[in-house]
């Protein structure tokens, strides 16, 4: 029946792209980070009754049917798979193999690239082989330096991981393996971001993406078609629900849009063209009036669900909840899921739920509410739906403005951006030593150039 409802349907009502975060092995992972908001999955799964198999591993003919509609159903040359858990490693290099063999059989002709998170623990010389044979970019998750990372991601056993996935990470290298850093910034690491970012750069991570730590209490048990289902973390919110509290580990406000503002301070004088901070680059994506390449700044959302274990189709990665099931890939193609009532109407309740407050925001172009997920307070005038990171994005977005500025319009003459290092090492330059009428270079104990009559260094320099 819905093959047919498809082929009868107009052809703009289908999307021409989208994207999944496949999770082969569903939440099972050798680690237990403290944090984690997926490990819960399992408990939920058990509890919902929708366990049907003894092995967590995608069944051979869901993960060929999926692979096959993921690449038919896109209207794109290249075809990106996102593969995540829990740990997808725990499938083993086998598992993969077969991936890149049904890729292969249904690519047409399309280039097709895949994208796998790990925290790198059980890596080793086969999977390393395996990895840079078949192109693989790896994201691998590291919190920062040890005291930083071993804070909250620990083993089955509360035991340190970060002497194993730094081992990972040599893994990585020794076979020319691509890498990107997923970087979890909690309340501990946020007030540390210069060491944060240093370490990244010295283990040489060329791409850092930040993630925002920001999950609350669950204030009682999560209502299912099956019963109760009772969890540790609060579900996304709603306008209606009891007020959460959040996490003794989440990241306060403040101290995000410091983070992020340090690092930028750091990144845009020394590092611009060498270092890829994946929000600075969405950021001028966005000044540039490219629009945002990132989800949770975009506009409207929709177009990127979750794919589990069993063929469940979600809503979002951090949606995955009962009410938010579009459907089974054994049910329903999955461009039916992505392009189904409730799915679009998903994506626009981003756009459509901003309060008042966030529209007339000076820097609503760039931040558009962020996601959803952390829409719970209340705006000063008592609308609900102001995000939880609202005070730490108005920071931040307003600080870079005249550095992307700058940057977008190096772009739009076609120059590089990393011209703007240059720019601000001269302007930090005649600051400190500012010339007088007569051409003189102003020392510090020199009458100041504004004819206060008080020496520069008690004068303009100090206010500088």
Not at 76 to 82: L, M
Not at 350 to 374: I, M, Q, W
Request: aromatic residues 10%.
């Amino acid at each position: 029946m819905s093959e047919q409802i498809l082929r009868a349907a107009p052809r703009q009502s289908l999307p021409t792209a989208f994207h999944a975060m496949t999770k082969p092995i569903g939440p099972i992972c050798n680690l237990d980070c403290r944090y984690c908001f997926y490990l819960e999955k399992e408990t939920m799964y058990a509890q919902e009754g929708r366990r049907e198999r003894p092995s967590w591993q995608m069944p051979d003919e869901t993960l060929e049917s999926y692979i096959r509609q993921y690449i038919e159903q896109q209207d794109a040359p290249e075809i990106s798979f996102a593969w995540q858990g829990g740990e997808p490693t725990l499938l083993g290099v086998r598992f993969f193999r077969r991936v890149v063999q049904l890729q292969q059989k249904y690519a047409g002709g399309r280039r097709i690239l895949n994208a796998l998170q790990t925290n790198g623990t059980l890596l080793n010389d086969e999977w390393g082989a395996f990895l840079a044979e078949n192109g693989f970019l790896i994201g691998l998750s590291i919190d920062g330096p040890r005291e930083l990372h071993d804070a909250y991601r620990v083993d089955k056993h509360g035991r340190p991981t970060f002497d194993a996935v730094m081992q990972g990470l040599s893994l990585l290298k020794k076979h020319g393996v691509e890498f990107n850093t997923l970087t979890v910034v909690h309340r501990r690491s946020a007030q540390q971001p210069r060491q944060v970012y240093r370490f990244l750069k010295e283990i040489g991570s060329g791409f850092l993406q930040f993630i925002p730590l920001v999950e609350r209490a669950a204030p009682g048990p999560l209502s299912s078609g099956s019963g109760l289902i009772q969890l540790t973390l609060a579900a996304p919110p709603k306008a209606t629900e009891a007020r959460a509290p959040v996490t003794e580990w989440s990241v306060r406000p403040e101290d995000w849009g410091a983070f992020l503002t340090t690092i930028f301070d750091e990144w845009v004088r020394r590092d611009v063209g060498r270092v890829f901070v994946q929000h600075f680059d969405v950021a001028l994506g966005i000044w540039s009036g490219a629009g945002s390449a990132l989800c949770v700044f975009a506009e409207t959302c929709g177009r990127a669900v979750a794919v589990e274990h069993n063929g469940d189709v979600y809503a979002c990665d951090h949606y995955v909840y009962p009410e938010y099931r579009l459907g089974n890939l054994r049910e329903k193609r999955l461009i039916e899921m992505v392009a189904s009532p409730e799915q679009v109407r998903f994506g626009r309740d981003k756009a459509d739920t901003l309060p008042g407050y966030c529209r007339r925001c000076s820097v609503r172009f760039a931040c558009n509410g962020e996601c959803p997920k952390h829409r719970f307070l209340r705006t000063p005038d008592g609308e609900y739906g102001l995000n939880y990171l609202c005070a730490g994005y108005k920071r931040f977005f307003t600080h870079i403005d005249p550095y992307m500025r700058t940057m977008a319009s190096l772009l739009q003459a076609r120059r590089a951006p990393a011209e703007i290092m240059q720019m601000i090492a001269e302007q930090e330059r005649r600051q400190a030593n500012p010339v007088c009428a007569s051409g003189r270079t102003v020392g510090r104990n020199d009458p100041c150039p504004c004819g206060s009559g008080r020496k520069y260094k008690q004068c303009c320099l100090e206010r500088r």
